[in-house]
T-cell receptor
Framework: NAGVMQNPRHLVRRRGQEARLRCSPMKGHSHVYWYRQLPEEGLKFMVYLQKENIIDESGMPKERFSAEFPKEGPSILRIQQVVRGDSAAYFCASSPNGAGGHTGELFFGEGSRLTVL | AQSVSQHNHHVILSEAASLELGCNYS??????LFWYVQYPGQHLQLLLKYFSGDPLVKGIKGFEAEFIKSKFSFNLRKPSVQWSDTAEYFCAAAPSGSARQLTFGSGTQLTVLP
């Protein structure tokens, strides 16, 4: 489970700056998910990506947020012009290729905690 | 739309007490069900999962959960909690055959007093 690597673990930004969060999935996993955990709330789905494709972004705010998972390198969640309400823990998870079908089991990273001043 | 409800936001128990955390899901089709645990400062870890078969599933650290289809429930239980069980517990559900969108409950913070 520790194979999902997220960085940075903690990020502090001032309002209006950009935040970039990175996620390297477990070896052999090509499905990446981003979740947001607001204070005292559960995890909320944001986006599901496969290599070079966004599969489901129904949980992404319409503005300022974007995600990518390039052919080479980690997945990146980008938040432009951050506001205080963006302060949260952002968790990345991965799942293996679809051999045997998708089971729904995800493997999580340790999260990136964004604080907007 | 799929949803997962956890009834208790915060549960406080003494060591050796029995634990039951409620979870109900709302979904019209067949679902896979999960309990994840998040220890302080750590990532989410899978506690146990139900896909099919025996509705009573056993997980790590003495936890178990029972899937009751008629009640749309998947409650988590442990006969005797320990101080080290202090953590946040999340119930989650996903449509069978799809990892497209795992839906989480809002979580239950369990505090076990020594």
């Amino acid at each position: 489970n520790a194979g999902v690597m997220q960085n940075p673990r903690h990020l502090v930004r001032r309002r209006g700056q950009e935040a970039r969060l990175r996620c390297s999935p477990m070896k052999g996993h090509s499905h990446v998910y981003w979740y947001r955990q607001l204070p005292e709330e559960g995890l909320k789905f944001m986006v599901y990506l496969q290599k070079e494709n966004i599969i489901d972004e129904s949980g992404m705010p319409k503005e300022r947020f974007s995600a990518e998972f390039p052919k080479e390198g980690p997945s990146i969640l980008r938040i432009q012009q951050v506001v205080r309400g963006d302060s949260a823990a952002y968790f990345c998870a991965s799942s293996p290729n679809g051999a045997g079908g998708h089971t729904g089991e995800l493997f999580f990273g340790e999260g990136s905690r964004l604080t907007v001043l | 739309a799929q949803s997962v409800s956890q009834h208790n936001h915060h549960v406080i128990l003494s060591e050796a007490a029995s634990l039951e955390l409620g979870c109900n899901y709302s979904y019209g089709g067949t679902v896979n069900l999960f309990w994840y645990v998040q220890y302080p400062g750590q990532h989410l870890q899978l506690l146990l999962k139900y896909f099919s078969g025996d509705p009573l599933v056993k997980g790590i650290k003495g936890f178990e959960a029972e899937f009751i289809k008629s009640k749309f429930s998947f409650n988590l239980r442990k006969p005797s909690v320990q101080w080290s069980d202090t953590a946040e517990y999340f119930c989650a559900a996903a449509p069978s055959g799809s990892a497209r969108q795992l839906t989480f409950g809002s979580g239950t913070q369990l505090t076990v007093l020594p």
